[in-house]
């Protein structure tokens, strides 16, 4: 079946978490939209993930700290970066004024 989508449509409220919508998962990769309202990793914690991830930033803005790293990484629309597994990272802050709407591509390997 196909299933047209608008990643600008239909857009979460504001509220204490940020939205994560699956749009497709097929083999190991799953295609997600993240979509946060002045959210930020929380105070401590680190995102240490078993796949890879590659997001693409769409709209809004966020800074991105890569563990290791002096400053965070701006990202701004069309900016997008690869994240290899267990590369600790974590959202230091995103857009207060508009959603920050991301696609996010995760790749898992599959062990053969």
């Known amino acids: 079946m196909i299933n047209k989508v608008n990643l600008f449509e239909h857009l979460p409220q504001p509220g204490a978490e940020e939205s994560f919508e699956t749009f ?10 993240i979509v946060s309202h002045a959210h930020a990793t929380p105070e401590g914690e680190w ?29 701004k629309p069309g900016d997008s970066l690869h994240l290899p597994s267990h590369l600790k990272h974590r959202v230091e802050w995103t857009d207060a004024e508009q959603p920050t709407i991301w696609l996010a591509v995760h790749v898992e390997i599959l062990a053969m």
């Not at 497709?24 to 939209?33: D, F, M, P």
């Not at 890879?52 to 701006?74: H, K, M, R, T």
């Open 24 to 33: 497709l998962e097929l083999g190991g990769v799953r295609l997600e939209r």
């Open 47 to 75: 995102y240490d993930q078993h796949w890879d991830e590659w997001v693409l930033l769409l709209q809004g803005s966020a800074g991105l700290l890569i563990e290791g790293e002096p400053e965070p990484i701006l990202l």
